[in-house]
């Protein structure tokens, strides 16, 4: 089954097994050619493109990336640039960005910053890249003294997640993807919850049909906030449940966490922030213990440096002046903001998380 999820009319996400061969026609009309940057496991895959575009009079560039997160850096970034102005990439010319999260994030931003902005088809090759980092034009790179410091909004012209692809994807990779389906279903789709929950193993299972169910929902769910706020004025920051204490965690560890471990870590530690704050109960701090841990995700980071961490989190780019700033709840789908949390409670919810 292929469904087509709009992202406020904008532009479409079509989410289903064998639609990557739908990537030539969800270019804009009259792209001459492509730059096509990959993940180094994708190769296969952007050959078999370049071949495609070929046959329909479109050329193509292959820009092998550097895995995972050593591609969102500024000389990657220049790397392209060079590629783009040797060949005289012009506004008719597009990105076509093949991979997991990272290479989307980098690809987005190339195409947000080449001639200040040119086309950008999202090929999304992980469960995390097809739920969340694909949709929504959030891109950007790492700078040294934090995450994702650098960036731009530049919605993609197209989202192609073809669920096949996930067969080949590491097991902890499918596992980090789920932290953020989770998330959405804390921040707006309980029903998220209750499917994991229902049958964690299930929620794992890439040829059943819970996971492309959890895909879709959670599609759903970042459509409707980005369509709504794409530019993050308010109600998108709740996407960034659990990313401020996460984003310091990759950090402070150097890239050698997966987000999606990061993310479900931090989601712990803002709910038992909350918890410290009186916004909600022991027992909705221990379903998140519970349905995170399920599926095999994180709960914990010991042995952290928290003073690292802080000042990290302090970089986080809803912090306003010296105002650190949370996106918290006060029940399920019930987001708010946590501001302001005192030195103490801070530290109480590390030591809660760092056990
Ligand atoms: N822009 C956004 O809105 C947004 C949202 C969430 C996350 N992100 C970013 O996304 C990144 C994390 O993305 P990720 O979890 O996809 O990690 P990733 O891009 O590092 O990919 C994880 C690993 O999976 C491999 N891989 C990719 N597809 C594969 C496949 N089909 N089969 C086998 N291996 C495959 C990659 O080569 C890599 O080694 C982070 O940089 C994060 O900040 C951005
Ligand atoms: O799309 C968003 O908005 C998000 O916050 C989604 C997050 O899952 C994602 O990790 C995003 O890249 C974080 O953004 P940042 O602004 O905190 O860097
Ligand atoms: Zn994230």
């Not at 289903?16 to 804009?28: F, I, M, N």
């Not at 960005?97 to 195409?111: H, N, Q, S, Y």
């Not at 080949?168 to 980090?176: G, H, I, K, N, S």
């Amino acid at each position: 089954m292929t469904s087509i999820i709009s992202v406020g009319g904008d532009y479409d996400v079509t989410i289903g097994a064998g639609v990557l061969d739908q990537v030539p026609e969800s270019l804009p009309d009259g792209v001459l050619r492509v730059l096509i940057v990959h993940a180094p496991v994708m190769a296969a895959a952007a050959w078999a493109l370049e071949d495609d575009l070929a046959q329909r009079g479109i050329g193509a560039i292959l820009a092998p990336l550097p895995d995972a997160e050593a591609a969102k850096t500024a000389e990657v970034t220049a790397w392209l640039w060079g590629l783009l102005g040797e060949a005289g990439f012009t506004r008719s010319d597009a990105v076509v960005a093949i991979g997991g999260g990272a290479t989307t994030d980098l690809g987005g931003f190339v195409a947000a910053t080449w001639l200040r902005g040119v086309p950008v088809v999202q090929v999304p090759t992980t469960l995390l890249g097809m739920v969340d980092a694909a949709v929504g034009g959030k891109t950007g790179i790492n700078t040294a003294e934090g995450k994702n410091l650098v960036g731009a909004f530049h919605p993609p012209a197209a989202v192609i997640a073809d669920l096949s692809l996930l067969r080949t994807l590491p097991r902890e990779d499918l596992v980090a993807g789920l932290a953020e389906v989770i998330k959405c279903g804390f921040i707006a789709d309980p029903a998220i919850l209750d499917l994991v929950e229902a049958d964690p193993q299930a929620a794992l299972d890439v040829d059943g049909e819970v996971l492309p169910e959890l895909v879709r929902r959670a599609v759903q769910v970042k459509a409707d906030v980005v369509a709504a706020d794409l530019k993050e004025s308010s109600l998108r920051e709740i996407l960034n449940y659990g990313h401020t204490f996460a984003h310091a965690i990759e950090q402070v560890e150097h890239y050698t966490w997966r987000h999606g471990d990061a993310v479900a870590v931090g989601m712990v530690y803002i709910a038992e922030l909350s918890r410290l704050a009186g916004l909600i109960d022991d027992d909705l701090v221990q379903r998140h213990r519970a349905v995170l841990s399920s599926v095999g995700l994180p709960t914990a980071y010991a042995d952290g440096d928290w003073e690292a961490l802080l000042t990290a989190m302090r970089r986080d780019k809803k912090t306003r002046g010296d105002l650190l700033r949370f996106v918290a709840l006060t029940g399920i789908a019930q987001p708010t903001r946590l501001e302001g949390p005192s030195a103490e409670d801070l530290r109480a919810a590390y030591d809660a998380v760092s056990v």
